[in-house]
């Protein structure tokens, strides 16, 4: 092969993988081999410098720096969007679309807006010549060494290309490298970009294009400009397929819709999306598919009557903290809500945002009387971003931590290192009794459907509600007699009430609102101790232990439960030792609630009968997988080695229950002789 078929055949190979890379997203090769590559092309052009084309992928490094950008004259201008901000806006806009064609419904491609610059690229024969911002539409500046250094952009185009054509889409830097680039600014004292949109604009007009080289921008493919010599297709989609033909990106997130209705639809789709995609986009595009319709509606102003960008609403707005209440939680935790003054912020209006904590306060430094920055994104709850403090009025004043309770007046406290105060009156309190009342019944715990806040908060009221063992005790008469409450729903709740007496240890106490205990703590619990008298007991001989002065002398009973650290293990104690609430659970039972023995276990398997005890790190299995497949075979997983444990199964790095296991003559098995019972008993 002569040099300059290598080279030839170098550049190919180049041009495929950045296309697969870029375009199909389904890369063959490793960034390391496509470097190999790469190097080898620019050691050859070195040696033979008359081998170097325009096109070259070396040639991406870009030129010499320039002292100017020159101006580039777009022959079609390059237009804005006319923008409508609500979904009567862009109802009317479709109204006026099909009045003035004559037609019933319309087809729109279905775009994301991307939030970066627009620009143009022109290909002669196949060749990118020349490449141009936006400027103000009808000239703009000469970036042609700068786009060349972003990969996603094709040097040539693949395939049979017209003698001019031009591809009008957005630069644009996605989140990671613009994290990344944030990061680095720190790090060096630099002053940070503030958002991706700025960082692409900066970046892409740099004099020097290999400042620009540095920078992970990306491109993609949104319209056809000037054309020689090409017969377009007849809707803008099939346009778009031949730029992707062509080699260039064109986003996967574009659609065809038919109608107003999809247009709205696939605007919710893809402000859902939004926070999941790797860049920034602003709204979406809607575009009129077929060019003959584009050509009949034309443009007014700068703007076409065939394209509305639909922007998705601020998130981000400013308004004024009027207050600072505090809300009791069903652990009694009061959490801080600012009562601001209404605004109008990501599609609704927000009076109320949370502050979290007492230090998220001190750490924002919130005072009464601020201006402030609120954020409501999506269907999360409003928060408090940042205080405008150039803005503080001199009336501004501190937020106060009550030392009463706000709904029940009882004494509050802060422990050391908790970020909340609390209400002491525990379920004595209303709002802590309504909190956990409410988590009682929730679907996950007991799930007894038909019981709302609502209805809750009378039977408090009412003082028929005292405990969540109360609940058992109402009857479909008195039921009855509430607000909104017929005899149906009374008896219907009643029977929902019933059959929730059936649960699982897990749920039961899940249901319980042990602090601390969620879910899945609440099932390690459970299968840890196997039943409730085993937990209470292990919780009470633990309780003295609670405030040991060296950590690992803590809760060690609790503390054999995998995940179950000397917090929650505290917690857990302290929970079983307050008489109201052993009281409250032998209510319960007595009320009939009640739970299979722990799931019997198989009586057949390999394993049948066995006792394991589960030390180390396994390899490539977690502990809670490994005594899954213990259990699935007939053996059964404990916490502790005793003399009734039969095996000790130990990874890595095994703990104290090594010892334990040698002392105790129990046998220590690894992971492979594990298996390898298993496969015996399946012989
Ligand atoms: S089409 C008339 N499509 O929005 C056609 N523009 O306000 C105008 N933009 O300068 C361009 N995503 O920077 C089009 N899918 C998209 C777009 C898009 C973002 C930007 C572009 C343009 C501005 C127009």
């Known amino acids: 092969m002569t040099p300059a078929q290598r080279a030839a055949e170098l550049r190919r190979q180049l041009e495929e993988h950045n296309y697969r890379y870029y375009v199909l997203d389904a890369p063959v090769i490793s960034d390391a081999e496509y470097d190999r590559l790469f190097d080898e092309l620019k050691r050859l052009e070195e040696r033979h410098p008359e081998l170097r084309t325009p096109d070259s992928p070396t040639q991406r490094v870009g030129g010499a720096p320039r002292a100017e950008f020159k101006p580039v004259r777009h022959r079609v201008p390059m237009l804005s969007l006319r923008k409508c901000n609500d979904e009567g806006e862009l109802r009317d806009f479709d109204r006026r679309v099909r009045e003035t064609l004559g037609r019933q419904t319309i087809d729109y491609t279905a775009e994301p807006k991307f ?134 990106p064109v986003s996967p997130l574009i659609e065809l819709v038919r109608g107003v209705e999809a247009c709205l639809d696939y605007f919710a789709r893809m402000q859902r999306r939004r926070a999941q995609l790797p860049f920034d986009i602003d709204g979406v595009v809607f575009k009129l598919d077929e060019f003959a319709a584009r050509a009949e509606l034309g443009a007014v102003s700068r703007e076409p009557r065939w394209a509305v960008a639909y922007k998705f609403p601020a998130e981000e707005a400013e308004t004024v903290v009027e207050n600072v209440e505090f809300q009791v939680s069903r652990t009694g935790a009061l959490n801080p809500v600012a009562r601001l003054k209404p605004v109008f912020v990501g599609g609704a209006t927000v009076s109320n945002a949370t502050l979290h904590n007492l230090d998220e306060i001190a750490r924002k430094d919130v005072r009464i009387g601020d201006h402030v920055i609120v954020r409501r994104a999506g269907d999360v709850i409003p928060e408090l971003v940042r205080v405008l403090a150039e803005k503080r009025p001199r009336h501004a004043r501190a937020v106060q931590v009550p030392r009463q309770c706000p709904v029940c007046g009882a004494r509050v406290e802060r422990e050391e290192g908790e970020v909340n105060a609390r209400c002491t009156n525990g379920l004595s309190c209303p709002a802590q009794l309504l909190g956990a009342l409410a988590h009682f019944v929730s679907r996950r715990a007991m799930d007894i459907d038909g019981l709302g806040e609502k209805l809750l908060t009378q039977l408090i009221e009412r ?42 240890l897990e749920r039961f106490l899940y249901a319980l609102g042990i602090p601390e205990v969620g879910e899945a703590t609440a099932r390690d619990l459970a299968r840890h101790f196997g039943d409730l008298d085993s937990l209470i007991a292990a919780a009470r001989a633990d309780a003295a232990t609670a405030h040991a002065e060296r950590e690992k002398d803590r809760c060690p009973r609790l503390r054999e439960v995998p995940e179950v650290g000397p917090v929650v293990a ?101 992971w492979d002789e594990l298996q390898k019972m298993l496969d015996r008993g399946s012989e």
């Open 115 to 248: 939030d970066g610059l627009a620009v143009a690229l022109i290909y002669e024969h196949g060749v990118l010549t020349t490449g141009a911002t936006r400027g103000d539409g009808e000239t703009g500046e000469d970036v042609t060494e700068n786009l060349k250094t972003i990969r996603a952009i094709p040097l040539r185009l693949r395939g049979e290309a017209p003698p001019l054509v031009e591809i009008r889409g957005e630069v644009y830097l996605p989140l990671a490298g613009f994290r990344r680039w944030q990061e680095e600014a720190e790090a060096r004292g630099e002053k940070p970009p503030v958002n991706p949109r700025n960082a692409a604009a900066g970046s892409l007009r740099q004099l020097d294009p290999a400042i620009t080289a540095r920078r992970p921008l990306a491109f993609s493919a949104y319209e056809v400009g000037e054309s020689r010599g090409w017969q377009a297709p007849a809707r803008h989609s099939q346009a778009l397929e031949q730029i992707r033909r062509w080699g260039l």
């Open 463 to 504: 003082g028929w509600v005292k405990s969540a063992a109360d609940l058992y005790a109402l009857t479909a008469e008195r039921l009855a007699g509430l607000e909104r409450m017929g005899e149906k729903s009374a008896a219907k709740l009643v029977a929902a009430l019933e059959a929730s007496k059936q649960t699982t």
């Open 570 to 670: 505290a917690r857990i104690a302290h929970f079983f030792t307050e008489p109201r609430n052993l009281e409250v659970i032998a209510r319960l039972r007595e009320a009939g609630v009640r739970w299979p023995q722990a799931a019997p276990r198989a009586a057949s398997g390999a394993l049948a009968g066995k006792s394991f005890v589960i030390t180390g790190t396994l390899p490539g299995v977690s502990r809670d997988e490994a005594s899954a497949l213990i259990e699935a075979h007939g053996g059964k997983v404990t916490g502790s080695v005793s003399s009734k444990t039969d095996y000790l199964l130990a990874g890595e790095a095994p703990g104290s229950k090594l010892a334990k296991a040698e002392q105790l003559n129990v046998p220590v098995i690894g």
